[in-house]
């Protein structure tokens, strides 16, 4: 029971750092790029996992859609970012890169395709192409799962990431 609270705490805590993040985008390519939601969804994989990493991810969305903060699109990038980063880290060892590629390759080329159906059926955007959103969804990942990597690696060679991650499951 107190290892849900904790972690649902922290999840809590992800949602709130990606929607305030959010304030900082800027835009390519007609996608709202938010590398803050990037860097988060490296960490909840590292410290939470896909299940509540995707949670973080989709309510994040939904918070800076109602928001304004963000587009539909955000939905497909930064839950299939998170839920790859999650996967990705614990079945290949708890390694790190594999949480940071997981984000990079989620995100930016399978969210990037997913995005097409999104724009082009619900937000009515009939020039959309399947690759329409790679390009755009690869900048803004590539720069919040180096931002990631910089924090996590830090506390990884600090120790504090282990001793975290023990705390979370007690």
């Not at 988060?40 to 949670?55: E, I, R, S």
């Not at 991810?57 to 963000?70: D, M, P």
Request: proline share 4%; glycine share 12%.
């Amino acid at each position: 029971m107190k290892s849900n609270i904790r972690k649902l705490t922290l999840t809590a805590l992800f949602i709130t750092v990606a929607v305030v993040g959010s304030t900082f985008s800027f835009p390519v390519l007609g996608s709202k790029c938010s590398p803050v939601q990037h860097m988060v969804n490296v960490c909840a994989a590292v410290f939470l996992g896909p299940g509540y990493g995707v949670l973080a991810a989709f309510l994040a969305s939904l918070l800076r859609n109602l928001f304004g903060l963000g587009t539909l699109l955000a939905f497909p990038g930064s839950m299939c970012g998170a839920l790859l980063a999650g996967l990705l880290y614990q079945t290949l060892g708890k390694k790190l890169w594999a949480a940071y590629a997981g984000e990079v390759v989620g995100t930016g080329i399978v969210g990037g395709m997913l995005a097409y159906p999104v724009a082009a059926f619900v937000m009515g955007n009939k020039a959309a192409a399947l690759f329409t959103f790679v390009v755009p969804f690869l900048v803004s990942t590539c720069g919040g799962t180096v931002i990631a990597a910089v924090i996590v690696t830090a506390l990884d060679k600090a120790g504090v990431l282990k001793r975290f991650q023990r705390e979370l499951d007690r």
